[in-house]
């Protein structure tokens, strides 16, 4: 009984290592979520790898910075204003999982408009690639 004891604590040390290691493997798995909007625009942005931080780089017509952002239980929100003009709206996506798709269904409001206001608003299906 004195020889098992210290195999089971030895057996139970690499499992909670293997379990480690594949945990850190996979949350070091880069996420890419593409919202495709009307007929040719286009979201795209990374998710962020530590749980609370924002977006870093956000692929849309014009430079946005994320200010709001959730991808958890089966929820996606976005909020993103311009860089230059830190109170214009830019983006604003909200969806929810489509347990049968796996794609992000909701609504999506963009300004891609220059000088003017130039608003959408409609439906968007946001997808999510591991990378």
Do not use: W
């Not at 493997?25 to 979201?43: D, E």
């Not at 017509?61 to 230059?84: H, I, Q, W």
């Amino acid at each position: 009984m004195k020889r098992a004891f210290p195999a089971l604590v030895c057996a139970s040390i690499a499992l909670i290592a293997g379990l480690s290691s594949s945990s850190i493997a996979h949350a070091a798995a880069k996420k890419t979520i593409t919202c495709p909007f009307l007929k040719s625009g286009r979201v795209t942005f990374d998710v962020p790898a530590k749980f609370g931080d924002l977006p870093k780089d956000i692929d849309f017509d014009y430079p946005a910075k994320a200010t709001s952002f959730s991808f958890r239980d089966g929820n996606l929100s976005l909020v993103a204003m311009d860089e230059s003009d830190p109170q214009r709206v830019r983006i604003v996506i909200s969806a929810q999982r489509n347990r049968k798709s796996g794609a992000y269904e909701g609504q999506i409001f963009t300004d891609t408009g220059g000088n003017q206001l130039m608003l959408d608003n409609g439906p968007v299906r946001c997808t999510v690639a591991s990378e």
